[in-house]
């Protein structure tokens, strides 16, 4: 079973920036697209980017599109979400996961990175 960690949350101050990590904890694994989600507290998870090896596209969420850019190396199976500009409205806990080749949905999950953006 494929198990992705995250790294990089804390707390940071409004208007500051962080930048997560997600590798795979074990050994490495084939995917066709990676993204970022976040949960925050009595709130469903909310998808916020994707990216897609092939073609190298990136997709964002309205409500973090142009402040976070999601990037990767698909060969090191690593991923990375820098977040500039966060507001608390940003506090949550991230999630990274990942599409395998075969499949259509995030089927490989992170335990989640907590960010706590003060006001």
């Known amino acids: 079973q494929v198990q992705l960690v995250e790294s990089g949350g804390g707390l940071v101050q409004a208007g500051g920036s962080l930048r997560l990590s997600c590798a795979p904890s074990g050994r490495t694994f084939s995917s066709k697209a990676m993204g970022w989600f976040r949960q925050a507290p009595g709130k469903e998870r909310e998808w916020l980017a994707s990216?897609?090896?092939?073609?190298?596209?990136?997709y964002y969420a309205d409500s973090v599109k142009g402040r976070f850019t999601i990037s990767g190396d698909n060969a090191k199976n690593t991923l990375f979400l820098q977040m500039t500009s966060l507001k608390p409205g940003d506090t949550a806990v991230y999630f990274c996961a990942a599409i395998p080749p075969y499949a259509r949905t995030f089927d490989y999950w992170g335990q989640g990175t907590q960010v706590t953006v003060s006001s």
């Open positions: 990216i897609f090896w092939s073609g190298g596209g990136t």
